[in-house]
């Protein structure tokens, strides 16, 4: 059974950092397409970031475009939000989610790990 644990999230102050971390188990992160999610309190779930077999990143929202970075790291079967210049809008859980395949056009995501919440105060 594929297993998704995000770490790193937290409390911070408006402009600084977090990262958060989602390593995989009985998954491959090399081979799939990867995904950060995240949903706010009365807010629909909202993509953030995804990031192909490859390496290619293909997808920010718009909002996060230049704060934020999806990377990977295949050898610790493990994906990454670094999350600079935060904002009190970016407060919500966040979700990996993983794809079956390597690209992340038109992916749907079967596997998603629990959450780790992010809180960002002014």
């Known amino acids: 059974q594929v297993q998704l644990v995000e770490s790193g999230g937290g409390s911070v102050q408006a402009g600084g950092s977090l990262r958060l971390s989602c390593t995989a188990s009985r998954y491959s992160v090399s081979n799939n397409c990867l995904g950060w999610f995240r949903q706010a309190p009365g807010k629909e779930r909202e993509g953030v970031a995804r990031?192909?077999?490859?390496?290619?990143?293909?997808y920010y929202f718009d909002s996060v475009k230049g704060r934020f970075t999806i990377s990977r790291d295949n050898a610790k079967n493990t994906v990454y939000l670094q999350m600079n210049s935060l904002k009190p809008e970016d407060t919500a859980m966040y979700y990996c989610?993983?794809?079956?395949?390597?690209?992340?056009?038109?992916?749907?995501?079967?596997?998603w790990g629990q959450g780790t919440q992010v809180t960002v105060f002014s």
């Open positions: 989610a993983a794809a079956n395949g390597g690209s992340c056009l038109g992916s749907d995501f079967p596997y």
């Open positions: 990031i192909e077999a490859s390496g290619g990143v293909i």
